[in-house]
């Protein structure tokens, strides 16, 4: 059998992760879909003589959230109205889409096998005003494209239930996963070494967006001058979270913007706590990456962190948005490498891919025989 997956950007975020995993453990042949040249090309003309001025518009702030500018894609469908042929996948058993709704639009899928992975509900709280009308959009648009698969995939079972009673939207839930020989091989002292990081340290991984909170870690920091804290992913350089907090950064964070897939692995096992304060985090891969480094873990008491943690067993819940029950937890888990053990146990148990995979497989057997 042979599969179409993706697309993939990257090595950031939950579904790359999430693809890359499958297509590692899986029994099944994959072609990576790859991201159309023409739109790479867009993408880097869009961010960096169309972004820049967008910015600067008055309410620029309503417009700094790139969490769907990466390509510009937005932008790109909305003007050209998308009048270009698309991508045909004809020659493949299933096509397995993922996430962003706008690629199903490039990727014709209409003719052949398709399975569809949720990974995320746009949410109206996690974006800026000037956003609302592009979250409906985006909103109809991946309902349009569940609809229009053979299998939905939801990767929680919050999302699954709220898929079905909101939207009518059938799916079958399977988690996502971490890959444990990943993460037998890291290694904290070459993190250290690397970056010049002698002390303990507070560990975010994620992105300089709405949905991540990052602006929670910086409030946290704030509030605890004597220790140390770390923030590694997509526009969390120095300058670029200091552009998105509209604020000095406190002396005792250290921003790495976006290393190696490999330094991210070494960051988990150098930290003493991971910290992700995402008030409607989906699922949380990085919740898995760091209970599988036996590191203790803080999530929001909601939804994907909620579902994965067992608050004072396997990691630390917070109540959303709240900054002063942040604090608390963040110093209980300071001294909680008891915890940390008790969560590699959980990720053991219930999210090594190498077990999951095997779920994924029955769905591309069952699609192709049209069960």
């Not at 029994?27 to 739109?39: N, V």
């Amino acid at each position: 059998m042979k599969i179409a997956i993706g697309p993939i950007e990257g090595h950031y975020g939950g579904a790359a992760q999430h693809i890359l995993n499958i297509i590692k453990n899986s029994s099944h042949q994959f072609d990576k879909i790859e991201i159309p040249r023409y739109l790479k090309e867009w993408g880097k003309f869009f961010r960096k003589y169309i972004l820049p001025i967008q910015e600067k518009l008055p309410h620029s702030l309503e417009h700094s959230d790139k969490r769907f500018d990466m390509y510009g894609l937005q932008k790109y469908l909305d003007v050209t109205g998308f009048i270009q042929s698309r991508f045909y996948l004809p020659r493949y058993n299933v096509v397995h889409l993922h996430g962003y709704p706008y690629w199903e639009k490039i990727y014709d899928t209409r003719t052949i096998n398709s399975v569809f992975t949720v990974h995320n509900l746009y949410r109206k709280e996690d974006f800026l005003k000037n956003w609302e009308r592009t979250i409906e959009i985006l909103t109809k648009k991946m309902l349009n494209v569940c609809r229009g698969s053979k299998v939905v995939i939801s990767v929680a079972k919050w999302l699954q239930k709220t898929m079905r009673e909101e939207y009518g939207i059938k799916s079958i839930y399977i988690p996502n996963g971490v890959n444990l020989e990943e993460f037998d091989k890291r290694d904290g002292e070459a993190f250290r070494k690397k970056f010049g990081v002698d002390d303990d340290f507070y560990l975010f991984v994620g992105r300089a967006t709405k949905y991540k909170r990052p602006e929670l870690f910086v409030a946290l920091a704030e509030k605890m001058p004597s220790r140390k804290f770390l923030m590694i992913g997509r526009g969390l350089t120095k300058k670029e979270l200091v552009n998105y907090v509209g604020k000095r950064l406190p002396q005792n964070l250290l921003c790495i913007g976006e290393p190696e897939r490999k330094d991210v692995v070494n960051a988990f096992d150098a930290c003493r706590v991971f910290i992700l304060p995402s008030t409607n985090e989906t699922f949380g891969i990085v919740f898995l990456e760091g209970m599988l480094s036996q590191k203790p873990v803080i999530g929001a008491n909601h939804l994907g962190p909620a579902e994965i943690i067992n608050h004072g067993k396997t990691g630390f819940l917070f109540e959303p948005e709240n900054l002063e029950d942040l604090l608390i937890q963040a110093e209980y888990a300071w001294n909680a490498q008891e915890v940390g053990l008790a969560g590699r146990e959980e990720v053991e148990r219930s999210y090594d891919w190498k077990k999951i995979v095997s779920q994924i497989d029955e769905v591309y057997e069952n699609v192709e025989r049209n069960l």
